[in-house]
T-cell receptor, first 114, second 115 residues
Framework: DSGVTQTPKHLITATGQRVTLRCSPR?????VYWYQQSLDQGLQFLIQ???????AKGNILERFSAQQFPDLHSELNLSSLELGDSALYFC???FGTGGDGELFFGEGSRLTVL | GENVEQHPSTLSVQEGDSAVIKCTYS??????FPWYKQELGKGPQLIIDIRSNVGEKKDQRIAVTLNKTAKHFSLHITETQPEDSAVYFC??????????????FGTGTRLQVTL
């Protein structure tokens, strides 16, 4: 158990809809990262928050947005969903801000867009 | 930005044999290279990492080597066991340079250890 909690584990929705994925980081971790893993694809970095502030942005679509709340949990909002958005979405956390330490991953939220 | 290539995409070995997974990176400023293991239905988990001031690091049956000149690094698993079967990801980053430094992952290697 990594200590990172993601909900929901599975989500099925239709094209054009909007969903929200939630992540609670490990106790004490200040950074939250979101990654997308499509079939046979690696982990694509979407966005990082550190202590409530956006820290780094990757290949995140404009239809997607995220935030980190004062209690450090984070939400990833996906809107105007398309079939190609079907993927596993992982949240990870770390104590620091940089990329030179261990990331602790949750078990992911599997999104299926029909 | 950084680009990490990983080979092979699938690897099948017999129990007890060794497995080698190779990665190359493009940004010579990258200085941190972790390896993550993802078991079925779970999130990736760090198994070993290496920094650019070290050429090799070992942890029991796992070792990682780094060649900064050639910009490639490799994961070596010896005496493979069935529980080593998983998807392995390499990654690279510029570490904590004071600015946002994200990990760039390779596309993964599916390792199958057969009896």
């Amino acid at each position: 158990d990594s200590g990172v909690t993601q909900t929901p584990k599975h989500l099925i929705t239709a094209t054009g809809q909007r969903v929200t994925l939630r992540c609670s980081p490990r106790s004490g971790d200040l950074s939250v990262y979101w990654y997308q893993q499509s079939l046979d694809q690696g982990l694509q970095f979407l966005i990082q928050y550190y202590n409530g502030e956006e820290r780094a942005k990757g290949n995140i679509l404009e239809r997607f947005s995220a935030q980190q709340f004062p209690d450090l949990h984070s939400e990833l909002n996906l809107s105007s969903l398309e079939l190609g958005d079907s993927a596993l979405y992982f949240c990870a956390s770390s104590f620091g801000t940089g990329g030179d330490g261990e990331l602790f991953f949750g078990e992911g939220s599997r999104l299926t867009v029909l | 930005g950084e680009n990490v290539e990983q080979h092979p995409s699938t690897l099948s070995v017999q129990e007890g044999d060794s497995a080698v997974i190779k990665c190359t990176y493009s940004d010579s400023a990258s200085n941190y290279f972790p390896w993550y293991k993802q078991e079925l239905g779970k999130g990736p988990q760090l198994i070993i990492d290496i920094r650019s001031n070290v050429g090799e690091k070992k942890d029991q049956r796992i070792a990682v080597t780094l060649n900064k000149t050639a910009k490639h690094f490799s994961l070596h698993i010896t005496e493979t066991q069935p529980e080593d079967s998983a998807v392995y990801f390499c990654a690279a980053s510029k570490g904590n340079t004071g600015t946002a430094s994200k990990l760039t992952f390779g596309t993964g290697t599916r390792l199958q250890v057969t009896l």
